[in-house]
Nanobody
Framework: QVQLVESGGGLVQPGGSLRLSCAASGTIFNGYAMGWYRQAPGKQRELVAT?????????VYVDSVKGRFIISRDNAKNTVYLQMNSLKPEDTAVYYC?????????WGQGTQVTVSS
């Protein structure tokens, strides 16, 4: 079973940047597409970015983050990243990584991102 540990969140001013990391244990990680999800208070968890199993593979973004967020992965390090630029207050949420395929992995604890002046 793959275990996921997210990190890199914090408090940032509007317009700022953060880079999130998701470290995965388990030898099967490299064969899976991966994604970043977020959940804001009182809202459902949403998928914001996905990347195919190979590091040069297809990337898909939800419209609200297109042009601002970049998902990447380093399969040698079993890690997925989310570079977040031009952050907005509406990006405030707990961010999680997981595979967008079924069955999903167990959820990690997530990392809090707060965008506020």
């Amino acid at each position: 079973q793959v275990q996921l540990v997210e990190s890199g969140g914090g408090l940032v001013q509007p317009g700022g940047s953060l880079r999130l990391s998701c470290a995965a244990s388990g030898t099967i990680f490299n064969g899976y597409a991966m994604g970043w999800y977020r959940q804001a208070p009182g809202k459902q968890r949403e998928l914001v970015a996905t990347i195919a199993s190979d590091s040069g593979g297809n990337r898909v973004y939800v419209d609200s983050v297109k042009g601002r967020f970049i998902i990447s992965r380093d399969n040698a390090k079993n890690t997925v990243y989310l570079q977040m630029n031009s952050l907005k207050p509406e990006d405030t949420a707990v961010y999680y990584c997981n595979t967008p395929t079924i069955p999903i992995f167990s959820w990690g604890q997530g990392t809090q991102v707060t965008v506020s002046s």
